[in-house]
């Protein structure tokens, strides 16, 4: 059973659209998800309806600037004032949310590309009472962020955080693409064309980012791979790391083995990588999806039946 419904931000007021998909039958577990840069909640509807037909009840919310979580259209890639501290802060009242309707069942946080980026910034804060973070298509740090930052707080703080500057946006994405130009200019993102076919023609997704947006995914870049300010209140949370081979956000497979081995220098015992020959960035709407989507099945699982770990 799905159903949509709206949040008031406690942050700022924005109201946050909300989507909950239940499964028919006992509710084993909830799983939070975070969407990634350009995205939306209902990209992940055919992960969430496969999760609830296994007993998972699944929760997602636009972030601020995205899907619906607008204050009028013209919105859409810009995270007002709050910018990356309350998308953060909307993702933990969302989990708020779910722990009185769920009462008592265990939740596991995952978040894709930025989303796994303010996933983990989340961690960073509190990760008391999560079951566990699965962290999908993972960009990896890269000292261009910093001028990336620089550059749009700058514009931010001399009040041109509406304005788009494309370039940064396009100039990444060819970056990106390079590898996969024959086969169109987000080919890099999966291989599936109907998939991308489907996020262009989305009007939801088809957007550049503001100057504002922009400078709050630098930040949550800098804050994932600080590794200052890491509560670990709850060390024994398992990490689950899922990567396409052909990911070009993770850059390199040293830096991808970087952003893993980092969680564990930040003190978590349990952190595992799984990646997947022939998938790109989006590994949950690849061609060979079921592949990702049983291992994130059987992550949960596990650490609901430990005795079978």
């Keep these: 059973m799905k159903d949509v419904f709206t949040l008031i931000s406690s942050f700022d007021g924005l109201p946050l659209s909300v989507s909950v998909i239940r499964p028919d039958g006992p509710v084993k577990a909830v799983v939070q998800l975070a969407h990634g840069m350009r995205g939306c909640k209902e990209r992940f509807l055919p992960v969430m309806e496969y999760l609830a037909g296994k007993g998972y009840a699944c929760v997602a919310n636009d972030h601020r600037g995205h899907g619906a979580s607008l204050r009028a259209p013209e919105d859409l890639g810009y995270m007002y004032k709050g910018g990356w501290k309350a998308l953060v802060s909307d993702m933990r009242q969302v989990?708020?949310?779910?722990?009185?309707?769920?009462?008592?069942?265990?939740?596991?946080?995952?978040?894709?590309?930025?989303?796994?980026?303010?996933?983990?910034?989340?961690?960073?804060?509190?990760?008391?009472?999560?079951?566990?973070?699965?962290?999908?298509?993972?960009?990896?740090?890269?000292?261009?962020?910093?001028?990336?930052?620089?550059?749009?707080?700058?514009?931010?703080?001399?009040?041109?955080?509406?304005?788009?500057?494309?370039?940064?946006?396009?100039?990444?994405?060819?970056?990106?693409?390079?590898?996969?130009?024959?086969e169109g200019p987000q080919a890099w993102t999966c291989s599936d064309p109907e998939v991308r076919r489907s996020f262009a023609e989305n009007p939801l997704c088809n957007f550049h980012f503001t100057a504002n947006a922009s400078y709050s995914l630098m930040c949550l870049m800098r804050e994932t791979y600080s590794g200052k300010g890491w509560k670990l209140a709850n060390p024994h949370m398992p990490v689950f790391f899922l990567s396409g081979d052909d990911d070009p956000c993770a850059i390199s497979r040293d830096h991808l083995e970087k952003a893993v081995s980092g969680m564990r220098e930040r003190g978590y015992a349990d952190?595992?990588?799984?990646?997947?020959?022939?998938?790109?960035?989006?590994?949950?709407?690849?061609?060979?999806?079921m592949r990702a989507w049983e291992d994130l099945l059987s992550f949960m699982e596990n650490h609901l039946n430990p005795d079978i770990l």
């Design 95 to 182: 989990t708020e949310w779910i722990r009185k309707e769920f009462a008592g069942l265990p939740v596991f946080l995952l978040g894709h590309s930025m989303g796994s980026l303010a996933a983990r910034t989340y961690v960073k804060q509190d990760d008391a009472g999560l079951a566990g973070l699965i962290v999908c298509g993972s960009p990896s740090y890269t000292p261009a962020s910093v001028f990336g930052r620089i550059l749009t707080g700058g514009l931010c703080a001399v009040g041109l955080g509406r304005l788009r500057p494309v370039f940064i946006q396009e100039m990444t994405s060819r970056r990106y693409n390079r590898n996969f130009r024959d």
């Design 271 to 289: 952190v595992r990588l799984v990646t997947y020959e022939g998938m790109r960035h989006e590994v949950l709407n690849e061609r060979d999806k």
